[in-house]
Nanobody
Framework: QVQLVESGGGLVQPGGSLRLSCTAS????????MGWYRQAPGKQRELVAT???????NYADSVKGRFTISRDNAKNTVYLQMNSLKPEDTAVYYC?????WGQGTQVTVSS
């Protein structure tokens, strides 16, 4: 069974940065498209960014130019570098690989 474990969330002030990590196990990581999603209180889960096995990336319009998704196949890990964070980025961030989801990591942007 595939397992995804996220880390790196926390409390940050507006304009600050965080880097999320998601490490996968029991998976041929290199062939999977990996994704980051987020869910704010009272809202639906939404796509943040994806990265294919070949390294092609896709971003939600709301994070373009501020967030960067990357992967290290040797470490079975996908990252989400988040810069210029805004209060509206506050959410639980989830890692995704096809039908499998991580447990989520809370990101709170507040002064």
């Amino acid at each position: 069974q595939v397992q995804l474990v996220e880390s790196g969330g926390g409390l940050v002030q507006p304009g600050g940065s965080l880097r999320l990590s998601c490490t996968a196990s029991r998976i041929i990581f290199s062939i999977y498209t990996m994704g980051w999603y987020r869910q704010a209180p009272g809202k639906q889960r939404e796509l943040v960014a994806t990265i294919t096995s070949g390294g092609s990336t896709n971003y939600a319009d709301s994070v373009k130019g501020r967030f960067t998704i990357s992967r290290d196949n040797a470490k079975n890990t996908v990252y989400l570098q988040m810069n210029s964070l805004k209060p509206e980025d506050t959410a639980v961030y989830y890692c995704n690989a096809r039908l499998t989801w991580g447990q989520g990591t809370q990101v709170t942007v507040s002064s």
